[in-house]
């Protein structure tokens, strides 16, 4: 698999986009932080570009399947890299709506591109290689992030905010040029694809698939766990800081998440020999669920970072396990709308944990929000276990 020059442009073009992400984000946080005291303002600023990825996300998913998936990266990595050029512009003037410019144009851009990402990677490696390189590709996605936020960190110390989106610019660019030279027969997805245009498919399409899949169903649900943590995760990281008294605890925070996130997704081709994709998802969302309450001693530098560090391990088994369900278990004639519409489930998702986060913070501070979702995660978790082993049941009982 690693021979496989597709998978290594995907990879190395992963690892530049993701530097040029992060510190994108970094410089988010800082502008905000300067811009907007309120934690409820700071997440409706960021749901705004959630809320234009999640408008478009229908119309992704039919392009996806319809053209070339490398001819959809190619057009979302080029309104990506012009996105920055308006988060410029939001700097020299000082305004946060140019910001709001650049988030919507960047989740516009990302509902195109993953889901187009996603649907490629079974196209250049065989159903037996796809955890493998679901693990490898998130772990070069957190080892940019690892890198980019260190690099962010240590750039604003020492140059202008403006700097850290030239770094994103130049990144987009890197990445846009990488994809050129991608190299995917999609010859046989493509003649379906046309065959289908005829037949005048719809995005609804989809749904019926889902429905009669009850695995990609459970899954998908199961992912709303994590999402629960990840929608507030740079408000709490904020929230951390400032509790501790610290700008160092968020490089603590980010580099040990992210490095126990590439410990879970490079143990996870071991793991999943031994049991089954199930057992691993609901242990990973008792494991998220318990990593939220114990941040009611966030005050605590070490439990903190302890915190994460069970987080980082958790999604990094979780989300690889899931890709590898969805990516085996859908046809491949729906992967670009059921990749979108995966998509939009997490933005929307994501939007509402984000907004309920920022008005969480502000109503009842840090710790208590912590309880509140650690709980509600573990409540879900036990009650999807508990139907699971229901359905699991039930054929035995009736031919008994």
């Given amino acids: 698999m690693l021979r496989n020059k597709n998978v290594w442009i995907l990879l190395t073009g992963e690892f530049i986009a993701g530097l040029g992400l992060w510190l994108g984000v970094i410089g988010n946080l800082e502008f905000m932080q300067?811009?907007?005291?309120?934690?409820?303002?700071?997440?409706?600023?960021?749901?705004?570009?959630?809320?234009?990825?999640?408008?478009?996300?229908?119309?992704?998913?039919?392009?996806?399947?319809?053209?070339?998936?490398?001819?959809?990266?190619?057009?979302?990595?080029?309104?990506?890299?012009?996105?920055?050029?308006?988060?410029?512009?939001?700097?020299?003037?000082?305004?946060?709506?140019?910001?709001?410019?650049?988030?919507?144009?960047?989740?516009?851009?990302?509902?195109?591109?993953?889901?187009?990402?996603?649907?490629?990677?079974?196209?250049?490696?065989?159903?037996?290689?796809?955890?493998?390189?679901?693990?490898?590709?998130?772990?070069?996605?957190?080892?940019?992030?690892?890198?980019?936020?260190?690099?962010?960190?240590?750039?604003?110390?020492?140059?202008?905010?403006?700097?850290?989106?030239?770094?994103?610019?130049?990144?987009?660019?890197?990445?846009?040029?990488?994809?050129?030279?991608?190299?995917?027969?999609?010859?046989?997805?493509?003649?379906?694809?046309?065959?289908?245009?005829?037949?005048?498919?719809?995005?609804?399409?989809?749904?019926?698939?889902?429905?009669?899949?009850?695995?990609?169903?459970?899954?998908?649900?199961?992912?709303?766990?994590?999402?629960?943590?990840?929608?507030?995760?740079?408000?709490?990281?904020?929230?951390?800081?400032?509790?501790?008294?610290?700008?160092?605890?968020?490089?603590?925070?980010?580099?040990?998440?992210?490095?126990s996130f590439m410990l879970g997704a490079f143990l996870i081709k071991l793991i999943s020999g031994r049991t089954s994709p199930y057992i691993i998802l609901f242990a990973c969302s008792f494991l998220i669920g318990g990593s939220q309450l114990l941040l009611y001693l966030a005050d605590v530098p070490v439990l903190s970072v302890v915190a994460f560090a069970f987080f980082g391990f958790s999604v990094g088994c979780f989300f690889p396990t899931a890709a590898t369900i969805f990516q085996t278990k859908i046809p491949k004639e729906f992967h670009g709308r059921f990749f979108s519409f995966r998509n939009m489930l997490d933005r929307v998702t994501f939007q509402i944990v984000l907004l309920i986060s920022g008005f969480l913070l502000d109503l009842i501070g840090l710790k208590l929000m912590c309880v509140l979702f650690g709980g509600i995660s573990i409540i879900m978790t036990t009650l999807f276990y508990t139907r699971h082993k229901y359905l699991q049941s039930r054929p035995v009982k009736q031919n008994t």
């Fill in 34 to 259: 300067e811009k907007l005291p309120s934690d409820f303002l700071k997440s409706l600023l960021l749901a705004a570009g959630l809320l234009a990825g999640v408008a478009f996300g229908p119309y992704a998913g039919r392009l996806t399947d319809q053209v070339s998936k490398k001819t959809v990266m190619l057009l979302a990595g080029f309104v990506r890299a012009v996105s920055v050029v308006f988060m410029l512009i939001a700097i020299a003037t000082g305004s946060i709506w140019w910001m709001v410019v650049f988030l919507v144009l960047l989740q516009i851009s990302a509902a195109f591109y993953f889901p187009a990402l996603q649907a490629a990677l079974p196209l250049i490696v065989s159903e037996k290689d796809l955890l493998q390189l679901n693990g490898i590709h998130m772990n070069v996605s957190t080892l940019s992030r690892i890198i980019g936020t260190a690099v962010a960190g240590i750039l604003l110390v020492i140059l202008p905010l403006s700097m850290l989106y030239v770094g994103s610019l130049v990144a987009y660019i890197g990445l846009f040029i990488l994809t050129w030279f991608l190299n995917i027969d999609e010859s046989k997805d493509l003649l379906i694809a046309k065959n289908s245009r005829t037949e005048k498919t719809s995005f609804k399409d989809v749904f019926p698939i889902i429905k009669g899949l009850p695995i990609v169903l459970m899954t998908l649900i199961m992912t709303l766990v994590p999402v629960l943590f990840l929608g507030g995760f740079n408000l709490v990281v904020i929230n951390i800081s400032e509790l501790q008294d610290s700008s160092a605890i968020k490089g603590w925070i980010y580099t040990t998440e992210g490095i």
